[in-house]
């Protein structure tokens, strides 16, 4: 099994520089595969919560080093409930990686653990005969502090789903549960391995190394 770690997480933080310098990033550091990925980027400030900066990922499987090259930027720049990411935020940045695994068609609604499993729903919105869908990663439901039905019906508006939530609606969402391994690492973390295994800061052009 594919484990996230270190160096995926390190081959986002180049790819986001990499943009902001117009350049190629260095090469990955680990192996390709392929599988489920979500990048997260967060924003620690003044040593408070970490909160969410930008996350976006694929349900399928997709080549690893491509994978996360993308997500890393899209997540960082295309999040459409979040301005882009500006090279003056990095400092303050912290990125998660996550390898979805295990996917497993669950009994109902409430047949998945808080903290463990995510979870993808499927419904017909009864007001306008639609499908919708939305997912949420293995940690957010714990995060929250959520009950089941709380992170059911968060799920549900996430989908775009604006009308009466009702218990009969519950029991007919088609629940499919998942796993993830994940890897975090801050934006000094970064700059630290890069010194120990580059030899030198990374820098913004126009910046100074280390410093933005």
């Not at 980027?41 to 969410?52: F, I, S």
């Not at 935020?89 to 669950?106: F, G």
């Not at 940690?139 to 089941?148: C, I, L, P």
Request: contains cysteine; glycine residues 8%; neutral net charge.
């Amino acid at each position: 099994m594919v484990s996230a770690n270190r160096e995926m997480v390190v081959y986002c933080f180049d790819n986001l520089l990499a943009y902001y310098n117009s350049e190629e990033a260095p090469p990955p550091a680990f192996d390709e595969g392929q599988h489920p990925l979500f990048v997260t980027w967060k924003k620690v400030v003044n040593g408070g919560e970490p909160r969410l900066r930008g996350c976006i990922g694929t349900l399928e499987a997709r080549y690893l080093i491509s994978g996360f090259k993308d997500y890393a930027l899209n997540s960082a720049l295309r999040d459409r409930r979040f301005p882009p990411i500006q090279p003056k935020e990095l400092p303050t940045l912290e990125c998660t990686v996550s390898i979805l695994i295990e996917y497993e068609t669950a009994n109902n609604y409430l047949d998945w653990e808080v903290g463990k499993h995510g979870m993808i729903i499927e419904f017909t919105d009864p007001d306008y005969n639609t499908r919708r869908s939305a997912t949420y990663l293995p940690e957010v439901a714990a995060h929250e502090g959520w009950t089941k039905i709380e992170a059911i019906d968060s799920l549900m508006r996430k989908a775009g789903y604006n009308g009466a939530i009702t218990e009969s609606l519950r029991k007919r969402i088609k629940l499919t549960r998942y796993q993830s391994t994940l890897y975090t690492m801050r934006y000094s973390d970064y700059v630290s391995y890069v010194k120990e295994n580059r030899g030198a800061a990374p820098s913004i052009v126009g910046g100074k190394p280390g410093h933005y």
